[in-house]
């Protein structure tokens, strides 16, 4: 499964192995971290949206301060 799917990963990433990376497939969003590959967590393009309206808002500041 994971050879057929193009990931995507934030460019403030940088070269290193410390970043969320991102794929849609048949409309579900997949997020995995860069460094374990293995584990894959889906959603819906809906629970995202939400999710990524709280980022902007500063709703999980707290967890990179």
């Not at 969320?20 to 460094?35: H, P, Q």
């Amino acid at each position: 499964m994971n050879s057929e799917i193009k990931w995507q990963k934030s460019s403030f990433s940088g070269s290193g192995a410390q970043c969320l990376e991102t794929a849609i497939v048949d409309g579900e969003i997949l997020l995995r971290e860069s460094d374990d590959p293995t584990v894959i967590i889906k959603t819906t393009q809906e629970k995202l949206a939400a999710f990524l309206l709280g980022v902007k808002n500063g709703e999980f500041d707290h967890f990179v301060g």
